[in-house]
């Protein structure tokens, strides 16, 4: 089995509540106490997850003097799953499912602010491709602040074939991209809907642009003309929370 090190609070914390990996072994620091580190301790230790004690310098050298934050974990592969997954699903969502798709973002940081926010608003998965793509690595994890081992990640092959079997079974695919026509604000998402971010720096892929039903705008003012693709997506997903959920009634404790 490949091994993973995945490392710092909320990432080692959120694997542990998802429970979808393999959990081989948490190290702690020996020089930290923090209160922080206590609920990673109690869930691994009713569990059965072994525990060792190790020193900052060897906690450094396992993570590559990443930001641990005084905690690692050993363990197993991220669960991906197949587009077959959310095709086989006969699911009915009020106002409609909602879709991330992901055309060539290569940073994991990027990819983790993505995944944060779609799992803040209740995206039924995040869909990357197998080459030419960020994967589900333990940086990806800790850019999304843990999100990443609650969220659905399906990994295809082909972008472009995933979206005409989403549009061959009823949903409306719309590409964010810099000058579009139509503002993503005048455009009704409700409905099945899958949202295509592109990458870094081309954007969407010509390809895959075509095969969308609308390509969206996001309007700005001002000399800087384009957004970082995590602010994008950022932006889109929560327009499509607004339509959806706009008179929601939040719960006073997570305020």
Same mark, same amino acid.
């Given at each position: 089995?490949?091994?993973?090190?995945?490392?710092?609070?909320?990432?080692?914390?959120?694997? !542990?509540?998802?429970?979808?990996?393999? &959990?081989?072994?948490?190290?702690?620091?020996?020089?930290?106490?923090?209160?922080?580190?206590?609920?990673?301790?109690?869930?691994?230790?009713? @569990?059965?997850?072994?525990? +060792?004690?190790?020193?900052?310098?060897?906690? #450094?050298?396992?993570?590559?003097?990443?930001?641990?934050?005084?905690?690692?974990?050993?363990? $197993?592969? &991220?669960?991906?799953? @197949? &587009? /077959?997954? !959310?095709?086989?699903?006969?699911?009915?969502?009020?106002? $409609?499912?909602?879709?991330?798709?992901?055309?060539?973002?290569?940073?994991?940081? #990027?990819? =983790?602010?993505?995944?944060?926010?779609?799992?803040?608003?209740?995206?039924?998965?995040?869909?990357?491709?197998?080459?030419?793509?960020?994967?589900?690595?333990?940086?990806?994890? +800790?850019?999304?602040?843990?999100?990443?081992?609650?969220?659905?990640?399906?990994?295809?092959?082909?972008?472009?074939?995933?979206?005409?079997?989403? +549009?061959?079974?009823?949903?409306?695919?719309? $590409?964010?991209?810099?000058?579009?026509?139509?503002?993503?604000?005048?455009?009704?998402?409700?409905?099945?809907?899958?949202? %295509?971010?592109?990458?870094?720096?081309?954007?969407?892929?010509?390809?895959?642009?075509?095969?969308?039903?609308?390509?969206?705008?996001?309007?700005?003012? =001002?000399?800087?003309?384009?957004?970082?693709?995590?602010?994008?997506?950022?932006?889109?997903?929560?327009?499509? &929370?607004?339509?959806?959920? $706009?008179?929601?009634?939040? /719960?006073?404790?997570? %305020?």
């Amino acid at each position: 089995m490949i091994e993973e090190i995945l490392y710092a609070i909320h990432p080692v914390e959120e694997a !542990l509540k998802a429970n979808r990996r393999r &959990f081989i072994e948490i190290y702690l620091s020996t020089s930290r106490v923090s209160r922080r580190l206590k609920p990673i301790e109690g869930c691994a230790s009713s @569990k059965n997850i072994p525990i +060792k004690r190790v020193s900052d310098a060897q906690l #450094n050298r396992m993570s590559r003097e990443a930001q641990h934050q005084g905690v690692i974990a050993r363990v $197993g592969r &991220f669960p991906l799953e @197949k &587009f /077959d997954s !959310l095709t086989a699903a006969d699911r009915t969502v009020k106002n $409609g499912r909602l879709l991330i798709l992901i055309d060539s973002i290569v940073d994991p940081h #990027n990819l =983790g602010a993505i995944i944060r926010t779609a799992l803040g608003v209740d995206a039924e998965a995040v869909v990357i491709t197998k080459n030419r793509s960020a994967g589900p690595t333990p940086a990806v994890s +800790k850019a999304s602040s843990g999100a990443l081992e609650h969220i659905h990640l399906v990994e295809v092959t082909n972008l472009s074939t995933v979206i005409k079997i989403l +549009k061959s079974s009823g949903w409306w695919i719309y $590409g964010m991209v810099q000058n579009a026509g139509q503002s993503i604000y005048s455009t009704d998402l409700t409905g099945n809907v899958a949202m %295509v971010i592109g990458g870094e720096e081309r954007g969407i892929r010509p390809l895959v642009k075509e095969n969308c039903d609308l390509l969206l705008t996001i309007p700005q003012l =001002g000399p800087v003309t384009s957004l970082n693709a995590s602010v994008a997506a950022a932006v889109a997903m929560y327009e499509v &929370f607004r339509q959806r959920h $706009g008179s929601v009634k939040l /719960d006073p404790a997570k %305020v």
